[in-house]
């Protein structure tokens, strides 16, 4: 078995989130977009009606709490029409 190059390897984790994304908003469940711009706990929520909520990770870690239902026209930053997400700054809302 032949060693993957780096951007192999980015490509196929690139396409196992995209798939994982397609999945879960076909179940009508939530995606979980996670970024190092925001606090530990912190993350969004995109919806299959195309939402985008910031949430936060309660204290006992089985719910989350809303800090943010980020408007349409912030929401339309997630993701572009390449695929490719621009993660927004606590400074973008």
Avoid: H
């Amino acid at each position: 078995m032949e060693a993957m190059t780096l951007k192999e390897l980015a490509r196929k984790g690139s396409n196992a989130v995209r798939l994982l994304r397609k999945t879960r908003l076909n179940k009508d469940l939530p995606f979980m977009i996670n970024s190092s711009d925001l606090d530990d706990g912190v993350c969004y929520l995109e919806y299959p009606d195309g939402k985008i909520q910031l949430v936060e990770q309660s204290s006992d870690g089985t719910d989350f709490k809303l800090l943010k239902t980020l408007s349409s026209m912030v929401a339309t930053y997630f993701p572009n029409k390449g695929g490719q997400w621009k993660i927004l700054k606590k400074s973008d809302f």
